[in-house]
């Protein structure tokens, strides 16, 4: 009996498992992104595996053992697919751990071949970071709407969200006081998105990722000494939107850097909905805007009469809460009129269309 190296095995397996990987996301970005350059990159590392392991898997092929193999089962490892960036991400990841594995592997033979997986991997690293900023659903922050539960109660959230999409908003946040149980954090985060009826309007969680990933929010946003953002994406993934509280330049840096989608940067001027946000002030925001590749949604104490500033400065969105709420008495019919006329006046001012009522 031909006496077979464990370690040809595991190069046979992984250079089927990433040339496999690779042919996934090469008809993807072909079909899908019609991306011509990436579409280059995924060939040339097609092409690099071929031409430094040609003779290696003519010599590993023999250590195959498919015949015997418990993963040629069509129910193994059956993990359903639900879309297409499902099956991409997927095959990135298939893609980069076997890089990985090759890699160790040749540590103990070759390192020049070692260092060829090495920059396959990292490789594989930035074109699927490049793909995802394609492929995640557009989001609006223009008219940024927080409902602060703290302030409006949620007897009428439904009729308080439709009001908001009619009087323009873009993004709804939702804000619970911290010692709320969860239970009742998510029927209320459940009772704003069927509201929702504009697909164009997304829905942000504020501090809870379990309870944006529960009620199928578009998002989270995350404050100072909320979970770490790469943990957050790990859980959430790439499509949902992820928001991080920043105060100065640096905060948005790293916001940048570890993949946030938008930082929310106050408190601008002084406000009754969150009386402990230190205030940032016009200045710190300008700095902010001019170093940030990202969007900046700027919070706090915004009024008609001073967001016109805050738009000059380059700021993607607004966002509000007390300007909207703070004369709406709920206990009385026609209450949800005000919050539209109230919000009527930002939209005019942020060039955001007013949607039609859903109601």
Not at 42 to 69: F, H
Not at 214 to 237: C, F, N, S, W
Request: with cysteine; charged share 30%; hydrophobic share 40%.
């Amino acid at each position: 009996m031909l006496y077979v190296k464990p370690e040809d095995r595991i190069i046979d397996v992984n250079l089927n498992r990433l040339t496999e990987g690779l042919r996934v996301i090469e008809d993807i970005v072909r079909f899908n992104f019609e991306d011509r350059e990436t579409l280059n990159t995924i060939r040339n590392l097609k092409q690099k595996i071929w031409q430094n392991m040609g003779e290696m898997r003519k010599k590993v092929i023999w250590s195959r053992k498919s015949e015997q193999d418990i993963g040629r089962s069509a129910k193994f490892d059956n993990i359903k697919r639900t879309n297409l960036v499902d099956v991409l991400t997927a095959n990135f990841k298939r893609s980069q751990e076997s890089a990985r594995v090759l890699e160790e592997v040749f540590k103990l033979k070759d390192d020049q071949i070692a260092g060829l997986f090495k920059n396959i991997r990292f490789t594989l690293y930035d074109v699927e970071k490049e793909l995802v900023k394609k492929i995640k659903p557009a989001f609006d922050l223009r008219l940024y709407v927080i409902i602060d539960i703290a302030s409006v109660g949620r007897k009428h959230l439904a009729e308080i969200t439709t009001a908001c999409i009619s009087g323009g908003a873009t993004t709804i946040q939702l804000r619970e006081p911290k010692h709320i149980l969860s239970r009742q954090w998510l029927l209320d985060a459940i009772k704003i998105k069927k509201a929702i009826s504009n697909q164009k309007v997304k829905l942000i969680i504020n501090d809870r990722i379990d309870i944006a990933q529960a009620a199928d929010a578009d998002g989270v946003h995350l404050g100072e000494y909320d979970m770490p953002l790469t943990y957050a994406r790990k859980i959430l993934g790439n499509e949902k939107i992820i928001g991080i509280t920043a105060q100065n330049s640096i905060q948005t840096k790293n916001a940048e850097n570890y993949g946030a989608d938008y930082v929310g940067v106050g408190a601008i001027f002084p406000t009754i909905t969150k009386l402990d946000a230190p205030l940032i002030g016009i200045t710190t925001l300008n700095t902010i805007v001019k170093g940030a590749k990202i969007p900046v949604v700027a919070i706090g104490g915004i009024t008609t009469q001073n967001v016109k500033q805050l738009l000059k400065l380059g700021v993607s969105g607004i966002a509000v809460a007390s300007s909207v709420f703070k004369d709406v008495d709920f206990k009385r019919r026609g209450f949800d009129k005000t919050i539209i006329e109230n919000l009527k006046k930002f939209s005019k001012i942020t060039n955001r269309p007013v949607y039609q009522k859903y109601y």
